[in-house]
Each structure stands twice: as structure tokens, then as C-alpha cells.
């Protein structure tokens, strides 16, 4: 087995892929593995990273511990697509198996340019012969590091762009995450960091070669939120750009923040020429309990897609999954939005395909429930449900898993189904519509066309489906087909 803190080298994991057998087995056996959601086949996965496509194929990394389902020591894993349905699970593809990242191939980011995928990412160290760590403002080294790929399988070698030293000297060793992205004839990179007064920010950088990088200037609110932004991402849609992060350290104020670490969009000003960026907005990005570390890109049809974590780290939740062996999955793709000034999330069509013949389809009244339960009781289902009118309703999702709303609060109540998760909601002018995901152990709720988002996992098998309340509308629900993954390693079984 693995020691917390040694490197991995592609041959070990190949030596310990033939002696798991067993351990696939055990896992692939788990009722809870989830039939449309990536998921690691063997142990642990955190943040997507390298999201991109490249000649056709979306390539989407993550962070992985294939050994044991807590997450240790960090390997980027590989999935490949064409279509989002169909897919190759490639295995772990980059090793922290050197002195520039051997605690860790932290997240990262890819930039696709002339059939090259440039990948930038941080090779997390930690010095354990120091009496003074804190790993806060010692103890810790981040290194950004670049790798080069044609097929997102075979890397060049690693090459060092920035280390600890390098990066301005009022910051603590919390600075990761590096997302590239071009504007124009320049490139430009986002990290997330935190200060040595433990404020959150992004460093904005630049470069001509995506090789040499300068430091260009700060992203910060003026009042301090939070004390580290995880995973940034900096994009533009219909000529308005957006900031995603990840701040830690955010209080709850009323609904909102309700999570120990808070996933957010900012609405930004930013004029590169003069250097000036403020921060005009923020809002909450989902608003479930299984939410974080989201990375978007822009594919070759032009869509903005987003894909998170459906996680979150330092939770005081479980999944029951890590029994068997696993842990953690990513979100359903989304495709980006403007819409009234806002960033609206929907899954993208593509997911329509995994649609079969629907078991509902009726309307309802303000009576309450009319006939809108499912004598099928699909288990991985998606529900489409939409208003003409809603003063408040109830739905029940599966046994004890609730979705209500009152007096414009709409809440997603795992009762005691959720592993220690308790109730989440958000504030809404009207419920016009619900597009509920529901796979085995997990619930991705989109409300009004993808204004709000709810991401959980939930621990409910059975049970049926039903509204009430009152209100008047439809509700469709489609039991839904599954991915098909398939393990590139896989030769034995
Ligand atoms: C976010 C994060 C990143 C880091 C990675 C390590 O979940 O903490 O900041 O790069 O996970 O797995």
C-alpha cells in the first residue's frame, strides 16, 4: 500500500491496479454508485481539472486518489468523451512522482491551442523537516508547473513556471489553482491565494509564451471575504466577465453560506489595459451541500460548460459510499448563461439523450395532488415540472427527501436521509419551473431555467414521487438511462 507521503510512479499504480481486482469488484457492487454522474472506480476524486476539448474530445481530469476512498495523496485521473454519454475512464495520467510536486499534482487548469493541450497546474509540497510549520506561512511550497500533451493521455516533461518565492511577497503559501485562459495576443492566468493577513483573493498574471509569467495585479473585494479563494476561473460571457471561487472562511448571513466553505460568481468590471478590476456582484453559485471547485471552459461549438465538484471538503457530513470504498463524484455538465444581468446554469442538451418514454406526464391543481404520483417510482429519473401558478408545494423526491416552497423560500430537506446534511434553501421572487436530476445517491435541482441550483447527495433509495400543494401546473418525469463508462485499464475482468 501507499504511504501518506510518498511519491506515486506510474508503475506503482500499474502494479497496484492488477493486485485490485478485488477492490473494483467490491466497489462496482455498491447500489449507490451513481448511473449518470463520473465517479472514481476505486477510491477517492475532488476538483474536475483540464477541462477542455481538444480535436472533438472533451478530456476531463480530476483530482484522484485511486487508493483508499479518503483522499490522500493527489494524481490527476482522465476521462474522455465525444458526446457526454459515452466514455473512457484513462486511469490516473499525472503522478506526483517528482521534486516539484511529490505531496501532491494539485488542481489545474488546460488551454487548448493548435491541436496542443497546454496544462498548468500546482505541485503541492509540504517540508516536514521544520520545527515551525503551520502550513499556512510555512512549511508549505506551491509550484506552478507546466505539462504539454496532443492527447491528454501522453505529457512532456514537467516544467517549473513559478514557485513559492516567485509569487508576491505579502502572500502566505496558500496560492494554487492556476487557470489560463487568453485575451487577445495574451495569455493570462488566475490563481487563488491567501494573503499573510489571511484575505482571500485571486493573482491575476500574463505572459506572451504561456511559458514566462508576470505578475499583473490583484482581484480582491474591499471588504474581506473570506481568508482563501480556492479554484478561480475568469471568463467572459456575452461581453460580461464573471469571477468563480471558492472563498473559505465566509459566515452565514440568513440562507446564504450555509456551507463550511462557499462556492461563488462575481460580476466584474475589468479593463486589462488600465489594469483595473472591481468586483460589482456576488452571488451564490449552488445551493446544495455537495458543491465546489466548478471549472468552466469553452468548448468548439462555443458554449461556456461548467463542471463542479459534487463535494465538498472539510464537511461535517459523510458519504456513506466510503464503506465500500469510494467517495465523491463531479456534477452534471452546464452550460453558461446571461440572463437579466445573471449567470444562469442549465444541463446541457446533450443529457436529453439519456431520456426514456416518461411514466408521468399530468397536470396538477390547486386541489392539491392530482395523480401526480408515479406508480413506477424510477430511481434515477429526471423531473421536469412546470408552473402556472405557485403560492407554495411540496414534493416528495424519495422516501423522507423533500423539496418546498413557502412564502418564496424553496428548500431541499434530506430529513434523515442525508448523512448529517441538513435542510438548504433559497430566497425566490416566483417558482416557475424545476429540472430535478435525480441518480442513484444524488439530486441536482435547477430552478426557473437555471437562475438557482441545488447539488446533494442523498441516501434515499426508495420511494415515489409526488407533488401537492397549492398550485397548478405539469410534471413529466422521465426515468433516465445511464452513462456508459468504460475502463481503458480493464483487461482482466
Ligand atoms: C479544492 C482544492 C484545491 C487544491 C485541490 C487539492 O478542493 O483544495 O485548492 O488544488 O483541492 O486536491
Redesign the pocket.
Known amino acids: 500500500m501507499f504511504r501518506k507521503y510518498e511519491k506515486v510512479f506510474a508503475k506503482d499504480y500499474e502494479n497496484w491496479y492488477k493486485e485490485s481486482t478485488e477492490y473494483r469488484k467490491q466497489t462496482e457492487k455498491d447500489p449507490r454508485r451513481l448511473h449518470f454522474h463520473l465517479m472514481p472506480r476505486t477510491g477517492w476524486m475532488?476538483?474536475p481539472n483540464g477541462l477542455c476539448q481538444l480535436n472533438g474530445v472533451y478530456h476531463i481530469f480530476y483530482?484522484y486518489t485511486p487508493f483508499e476512498p479518503t483522499?490522500e495523496l493527489?494524481l490527476w485521473g482522465h476521462f474522455t468523451t465525444r458526446d457526454f454519454i459515452h466514455y473512457e475512464d484513462d486511469g490516473p495520467v499525472l503522478y506526483p512522482d517528482s521534486e516539484l510536486d511529490a505531496h501532491?499534482a494539485?488542481?489545474g487548469s488546460a488551454y487548448v491551442e493548435d491541436g496542443t493541450m497546454y496544462v498548468f497546474y500546482?505541485g503541492?509540497l509540504k517540508y516536514f523537516d521544520r520545527e515551525d510549520y503551520d502550513y499556512i506561512n510555512s512549511g508549505r511550497g506551491s509550484n506552478t508547473i507546466q505539462v504539454v500533451s496532443r492527447d491528454g493521455h501522453h505529457f512532456s516533461r514537467k516544467k517549473l513556471l513559478m514557485t513559492t518565492a516567485d509569487y508576491p511577497a505579502d502572500m502566505s503559501c496558500h496560492v494554487?489553482?492556476p487557470k489560463v485562459f487568453r485575451r487577445g495576443a495574451r495569455y493570462y492566468m488566475v490563481l487563488?491565494a491567501r494573503d499573510r493577513e489571511s484575505r482571500g483573493l485571486v493573482l491575476l498574471y500574463e505572459s506572451d509564451d504561456l511559458e514566462h509569467w508576470t505578475f499583473k495585479s490583484r482581484i480582491m473585494t474591499e471588504e474581506k471575504f473570506g481568508y482563501m479563494w480556492?479554484?478561480p476561473d475568469l471568463f467572459e460571457i456575452d461581453g460580461q466577465m464573471f469571477l468563480t471561487c471558492?472563498p473559505q472562511g465566509v459566515a452565514q448571513q440568513g440562507v446564504d453560506y450555509a456551507n463550511v466553505h462557499q462556492c461563488v460568481w462575481m460580476k466584474l468590471d475589468c479593463n486589462f489595459a488600465a489594469d483595473q478590476y472591481r468586483i460589482r456582484q456576488i452571488h451564490q453559485l449552488d445551493r446544495g451541500t455537495d458543491f465546489?471547485?466548478p471549472q468552466t471552459f469553452q468548448d468548439e461549438q462555443g458554449r461556456r460548460i461548467l463542471i463542479g465538484?459534487m463535494g465538498i471538503?472539510d464537511a461535517d457530513y459523510t458519504n456513506p459510499t466510503t464503506e465500500a470504498g469510494w467517495q465523491h463524484a463531479l456534477t452534471l455538465p452546464r452550460e453558461l448563461t446571461v440572463r437579466d444581468g445573471k449567470l444562469i446554469q442549465q444541463p446541457i442538451a446533450e443529457l436529453r439523450q439519456l431520456r426514456c418514454e416518461p411514466v408521468v406526464c399530468g397536470s396538477f391543481d390547486q386541489d392539491g395532488c392530482a395523480e401526480c404520483v408515479s406508480e413506477a417510482k424510477p430511481q434515477v429519473y429526471e423531473a421536469s415540472v412546470t408552473f402556472d401558478r405557485c403560492q407554495s408545494m411540496r414534493m416528495e423526491l424519495r422516501d423522507g427527501v423533500t423539496l418546498y416552497y413557502q412564502d418564496h423560500m424553496l428548500t431541499l430537506d434530506p430529513g434523515d436521509r442525508g448523512a448529517g446534511r441538513t435542510a438548504r434553501s433559497v430566497r425566490l421572487e416566483c417558482l416557475e419551473d424545476l429540472q430535478i436530476f435525480a441518480d442513484t445517491s444524488s439530486v441536482e435541482i435547477f430552478v426557473n431555467h437555471g437562475e438557482e441550483v441545488f447539488t446533494s447527495r442523498i441516501y434515499s433509495m426508495e420511494g415515489g414521487i409526488s407533488i401537492q400543494g397549492i398550485c397548478e401546473g405539469k410534471m413529466v418525469i422521465y426515468p433516465l438511462k445511464s452513462f456508459n463508462v468504460e475502463d481503458i485499464w480493464n483487461d482482466e475482468e
Open positions: 475532488n476538483d483530482q483522499g493527489k501532491g494539485y488542481s500546482t503541492n494554487r489553482d487563488g480556492e479554484c471558492c465546489y471547485a465538484w471538503p
